[in-house]
């Protein structure tokens, strides 16, 4: 709370800055800036550099420095160590095989989903939105017990195709209310025009509106790896066999083991939390003018 | 509209498509969100270990949620939580976004940093901060010794008195920069001459960010109020990870509980109970801020 009232009452100066922009020499303007900014910024990196330098932690040597941040004698052993003495490879493969395939089908349905709400003729379509709304708000673990079973009736238990599915389902509300503001910012004149051209509705919704609303894509893209590649509720009640659990399970399931190697577990959670920020960085251009339901 | 050649072929032609294009979601929607509802609403009305055949008690598991201390415990929680993270979140996301949205050096790393922690999996998160509030290892503890901060060498976690605060603190740390991004989202929207003219005007700094720029970004803030609601009452992952619920359930939040009275406990049919009316807590308080505020903000219809 202290921080919060703190940031408020500084942030007249902003704007004022931007006023006398031009009376003042620039390398001024941009020193009050970063003078608020870098140290919030290194206060926030505080955990991140944590984990990477307890990821370098020998087991030998357990003794640290900088506030117990970084190992007095840092080494990569424990990146060889998960690489060599654990399926780990195993668990990366499985992530991306839930991951992946979960992605692109909600980016896929939900558009379609998109398109037939912002611009087609559907019957009920309050209804339909109605009921988007409330699995938005619906928590995966008040659900989880009847996925459960469902998955089990189907077969799919122990089996990640079930894991596939049910984040689909569950990311489509939010994929749904993005590409759907950002199709409705598509001119309708661009519509009607390949209409009159003779084009079908899928090829107008695959030729016209998809391409022009990358950005919402890409935040739907984002948030989708996110919630499926980090979660790991469904992946614990549902997988039963070692060699089929996502990455995010391996720092609980081996609680015990890594409790005597804590470097080979913050390394475990630097494998984690690599691919999805690098998926991350590379679409952030895009995140903004997406979420503001801008097309490109 | 005015159409000239609408026939009642090309209408239902076009229905057609509609439904074939709303239908995969669809099936996926009932599949896993209609029929898990259905599913908890009967489950809760059981005496049920899960594997057995249930017994029917009407509203008995109902009856039984008044009389559960730490069902309380969840709900002033979530209380807390919503209170104390929705604010926070807020406020800070709100000045990074406005001194953010500026062209300055280096912006896009700044976001970038911002946004990370909310990128990361609760897991990684959780154990991380684990090890900052750890009272032999972790850096708080080895701060507050070398500065003799003494505040700060304390067991945060292991405190049935600051648990849930301090995994309200981590939740902050994590989700802020989600809020600065909406904000960043909700300030490109701002029409740059309103603002040109209220320094034409004469203005000053805190007068147009207080009078011009915060009223204008009502959806953003309604977005975020709503986002942040559901997202506390959501919260599992986090606490699990990071207390178990504990110590003594003192942590306790509405989905770490179902979770244990399903899975740790055999007690599903109660479980349901809980879960039902988290259901009902999160469909009743969207409902009154889309009724409050309209659903503008949440269709994106407003703009």
């Known amino acids: ?296 | 509209m005015t159409y000239v050649k609408i026939d009642k072929t090309s209408v239902r032609r076009e229905r057609l498509a509609g439904t074939m294009f709303l239908l995969p979601a669809f099936l996926l929607f009932v599949l896993f969100v209609v029929y898990p509802i259905v599913y908890n609403v009967q489950a809760s009305t059981l005496d049920w270990d899960g594997v057995n055949q249930g017994v029917f008690t009407g509203l008995g598991n109902y009856a039984r949620l008044f009389d559960d201390p730490i069902f309380i415990t969840t709900l002033k929680n979530s209380g807390w939580w919503i209170l104390l993270t929705i604010i926070p979140q807020a406020l800070i996301g709100f000045f990074l976004a406005l001194l953010l949205n500026e062209k300055i050096r280096g912006r896009a790393i700044y976001r970038a940093i911002f946004f990370v922690p909310a990128v990361l999996s609760p897991v990684v998160v959780g154990i991380v901060w684990q090890r900052m509030l750890d009272p032999f290892n972790g850096v708080f503890v080895k701060v507050g010794q070398a500065t003799g901060l003494d505040f700060l060498a304390r067991g945060y976690l292991a405190d049935p008195e600051t648990a849930i605060f301090a995994a309200i603190v981590v939740n902050v740390w994590m989700w802020t920069g989600f809020s600065m991004l909406f904000y960043l989202a909700g300030l490109q929207l701002i029409d740059s001459s309103v603002l040109a003219a209220a320094k034409i005007d004469g203005a000053s700094t805190w007068r147009t960010v207080r009078s011009i720029i915060w009223p204008m970004l009502r959806p953003t803030h309604l977005s975020l109020l709503l986002l942040g609601v559901i997202g506390s009452l959501k919260t599992f992952e986090l606490v699990y990870v990071l207390t178990e619920g504990g110590p003594n359930h003192a942590s306790e939040m509405l989905p770490t509980y179902t979770f244990k009275q399903a899975f740790q406990l055999q007690s599903v049919g109660y479980a349901s109970t809980i879960s039902v009316v988290l259901l009902l807590i999160a469909v009743v308080s969207s409902l009154s801020m889309v009724r409050a505020f309209g659903s503008g903000f949440l269709t994106g219809d407003a703009k």
């Open chain 1, 1 to 296: 709370m202290k921080t919060a009232e703190e940031t408020t009452t500084a942030a007249p100066a902003v704007p004022t800055q931007a006023a006398t922009r031009a009376s003042q020499p620039l390398r001024r303007r941009l020193r009050w800036e970063h003078a608020v900014l870098a140290p919030m910024a290194a206060l926030w990196l505080i955990p991140i550099a944590m984990v990477i330098g307890m990821s370098l932690l020998p087991t030998s040597n357990p003794k640290t420095t900088a506030f117990g941040m970084f190992p007095a004698e840092p080494s990569l052993g424990n990146y060889v160590e998960i690489w060599t003495n654990n399926p780990i490879l195993r668990n990366l493969i499985n992530s991306a095989l839930i991951t992946v395939p979960s992605v692109l089908l909600v980016m896929l349905f939900g558009s379609m989903t998109a398109f037939a709400l912002a611009r087609l003729r559907v019957p009920l379509k309050a209804v339909i939105f109605g009921a988007l709304t409330l699995a938005l708000i619906l928590p995966m673990s008040s659900i989880v017990v009847a996925v459960f079973k469902i998955l089990q009736s189907m077969g799919l238990y122990n089996n990640l195709v079930g894991l596939v599915l049910v984040y689909t389902a569950l990311g489509l509300p939010f994929a749904v209310i993005i590409i759907r503001t950002s199709f409705l910012a598509v001119p309708e004149e661009l519509h009607e025009a390949a209409s009159l051209d003779g084009a079908s509705k899928f090829t107008v919704y695959w030729r016209i509106y998809l391409p022009l609303s990358r950005p919402a894509l890409a935040v739907v893209a984002v948030w989708q790896c996110m919630s499926s590649w980090n979660d790991f509720l469904l992946p614990l009640v549902t997988l039963q066999d070692n060699e089929l659990k996502p990455l995010t399970l391996i720092p609980l399931a081996y609680r015990g083991v890594f409790l005597s190697q804590p470097g080979a577990l913050f390394a475990v959670l630097v494998l984690i939390s690599l691919p999805i920020v690098v998926v991350f960085l590379a679409v952030q251009r895009y995140l903004v003018n997406g979420l503001s339901g801008a097309i490109k």
